[in-house]
């Protein structure tokens, strides 16, 4: 059975687009078959895929409009190994354009349902709003990986998420739940983010990934060359990271 996982939150720069591009390859270099979705107009998943979005001849865009099948708009990365529905910037046209047509929460979840039996994983990394694209992610989703910073105010940006996922499950999607709080950019010399960390850990128990992304270098240079880490620095400490996370995820049932 495919594994649906959002990667959600509304900050920006925690580490959405560097977990989904990297847990896509680490799940895919595992032997799992993986299509990742950009759900971000800004389209870095797709760049940092080493699809280039100014060349696009189809993007999710026209999925969420009924406008084409995944069919026709999927590709496969190299050297990623996982499949990809790119994204760029007419993806922002799409929220005002959505907002007539009718169940417009769940066009993605009824797009995929015609594909996802070909794959074990499917990975969906959302801009970083809690809008019309992002619900229409969590809706598509069995259970959300939400990617944090161990900072001063990452807990209170973590109360309007999980109110959001409440309101999907109280709505369009009433199995969705937290698969795991991963922390990202973690440097475990920095006081306060041992101090977010025991927070997180007493607020959401074994809800919090015992895998820890730390702050690498290697991460932040991979997306420049196209590459998820594991095929920029397969010995970085981001790559080993990013390896023992989709190990974690694979040891939990779905
Ligand atoms: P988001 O998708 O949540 O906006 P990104 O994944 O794009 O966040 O990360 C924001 C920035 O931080 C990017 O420049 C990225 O390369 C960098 N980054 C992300 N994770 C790490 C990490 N573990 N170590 C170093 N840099 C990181
Ligand atoms: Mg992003």
């Known amino acids: 059975m495919v594994r649906i996982l959002a990667i959600a939150n509304q900050k920006g720069g ?3 687009t560097t977990t989904s591009i990297n847990l896509a390859a680490s799940l895919a270099s595992i032997g799992k078959r993986v299509l990742l979705v950009d759900l971000d107009p800004q389209g870095n998943t797709t760049m940092g895929s080493g699809v280039d979005k100014r060349l696009l001849d189809h993007t999710v865009y026209q999925i969420l409009l009924g406008e084409q099948t995944i069919a026709k708009v999927r590709l496969s990365t190299k050297p990623g ?3 990809l529905l790119p994204a760029n910037q007419e993806l922002a046209g799409a929220e ?23 794959y074990d994983f ?8 809690l809008n019309l694209l992002t619900l229409n992610g969590l809706c598509a989703a069995h259970a959300v990986i939400i990617p944090m910073q161990c900072e001063y105010y990452a807990l209170e940006g973590l109360s309007d998420l999980v109110n959001t996922i409440k309101r999907v499950r109280m709505g369009f999607n009433p199995s969705i739940r937290i698969e795991g709080l991963l922390r990202t950019m973690f440097d475990p010399r920095n006081l306060l983010a041992q ?6 850990k007493q607020h959401f128990g074994n809800k919090v990934y015992q895998t820890i992304i730390p702050r690498n270098i290697r991460l932040a240079e991979a997306p420049g060359f196209g590459l998820p880490v594991l095929y ?23």
Do not use: F
Request: hydrophobic share 40%; glycine share 4%; net charge negative.
């Open 14 to 16: 925690v580490g959405k």
């Open 81 to 83: 190994k996982y499949d």
């Open 96 to 118: 005002v354009e959505m907002v007539s047509l009718e169940q417009r929460e769940s066009r993605l979840k009824e797009a995929l349902q015609a594909i996802q039996a070909d």
């Open 122 to 129: 499917i990975l969906i990394d959302c801009p970083p709003a």
């Open 195 to 200: 101090q977010v960390s025991d927070q997180l």
């Open 232 to 254: 920029h620095d397969r010995q970085s400490r981001g790559a080993r990271a990013y390896l023992e996370l989709a190990n974690e995820i694979l040891a939990t049932a779905s």
